[in-house]
């Protein structure tokens, strides 16, 4: 049985950091008056919930505020991507990250300025205009490997995030199975950016180490295993090269034996088997509808067979005599009719 992962602390999302100051006071402050005043939603009673669903779930939560909001004013703000709603919006996760990762991982700042200002500039506005209007629905439980992905996987677009489930199945693999598993989603990754990605201290190397961190650590410390040196260094980038079902060869001396096993099994405990593979969204639909269909279907046994073959033999002998009476009552009345006209 695989053990649950603290994914609470794995990553903390958009939305914990900001309820934990991951925004300065003065910057969220002017950001949800700011919001207040586009949506002049001043004097609404739903105001702060509002203002809340935006800065967590992104514009698309205004639909089920549309009763709140002034028709104008609510068709002007969920109409394309330039106003000044969506600006913000845009604004405000670009301030979460440089206030969330600015000093813990600035290479991470590094990466997001080298796309914002590079030849992949349409590549990061997608990001920021996909993370204004769904906010944190793509960020699972680690924005800074979800962000990484979205960049680096351009072959997953919006189309692609709608309509199949190549992105969840692309998270279960890497989560699980660590940086050597992107290979099976070559598809969607430019050949060079893979292999690149592929070598140590690459970028999505790093985002890994982010994801599985607290896990390893939390493994090593409940395995006994004092920190010494880089010890746990090396087990976290073993893990993020290889996941879960890692042997963890490069610190099998390093340790004694009933310490590497207990770590291995501790490790080993946290992969998931995936239930089946998922790629269209709807073909999982019409499975299930199918499965549900067949069954409904009464089941037959081999009783209901024989007393069904039974009843079709009566069947066919109660035709066979219906058609055999009307032969003969025809050739009845034609015989009749002969002998009448003999008479005459």
Excluded at 246 to 273: A, C, G, M, V, W
Excluded at 287 to 307: F, I, M, Q
């Amino acid at each position: 049985m695989a053990a649950s992962l603290n994914t609470s602390e794995l990553c903390p999302s958009f939305g914990e950091q900001r309820e934990s100051t991951s925004l300065s006071d003065d910057i969220e402050k002017s950001i949800t008056n700011e919001i207040i005043c586009i949506l002049q939603i001043d004097d609404n009673e739903n105001k702060d919930e509002i203002v809340n669903n935006l800065l967590e779930n992104g514009r698309h939560s205004l639909i089920k505020y549309k009763e709140d909001i002034i028709s104008k004013i609510y068709k002007e703000v969920m109409n394309g991507n330039d106003n000044k709603l969506m600006m913000l919006l845009q604004k405000y996760f670009q301030q979460q990250c440089e206030i969330q990762y600015g000093k813990s991982n600035q290479w991470f700042i590094s990466f997001l300025e080298q796309y914002r200002i590079g030849e992949n500039h349409d590549i990061y506005e997608r990001l920021l205009t996909r993370t204004a209007e769904y906010g944190n629905t793509y960020m699972k439980n680690c924005p800074i490997l979800s962000i990484t992905l979205q960049l680096l996987f351009e072959g997953i677009d919006d189309e692609c995030l709608k309509k199949t489930n190549v992105f969840n199945d692309l998270w279960f693999t890497i989560t699980n199975g660590g940086l050597k598993s992107i290979t099976q989603y070559s598809d969607y990754i430019i050949k060079n950016v893979m292999n690149e990605q592929l070598k140590s201290q690459s970028i999505l190397f790093q985002a890994l180490r982010e994801y599985y961190r607290q896990n390893v650590f939390s493994s090593l410390k409940q395995s006994n295993i004092v920190e010494k040196g880089n010890l746990y260094e090396l087990v976290l980038d073993d893990v993020a090269k290889h996941g879960w079902l890692t042997d963890l060869k490069p610190i099998q001396d390093l340790i004694t034996p009933r310490s590497y096993n207990r770590l291995l099994e501790k490790l080993h405990s946290f992969y998931t088997k995936q239930a089946q593979p998922t790629n269209e969204k709807k073909n999982m639909t019409d499975v299930r509808s199918t499965e549900v269909n067949l069954k409904s279907e009464p089941r037959s046994t081999a009783t209901d067979t024989k007393a069904e073959k039974k009843q079709g033999n009566l069947n066919l002998i109660e035709s066979f005599s219906k058609i055999f009476h009307s032969i003969y009552l025809w050739y009845i009345e034609e015989a009749d009719g002969q002998i009448n006209f003999i008479v005459r």
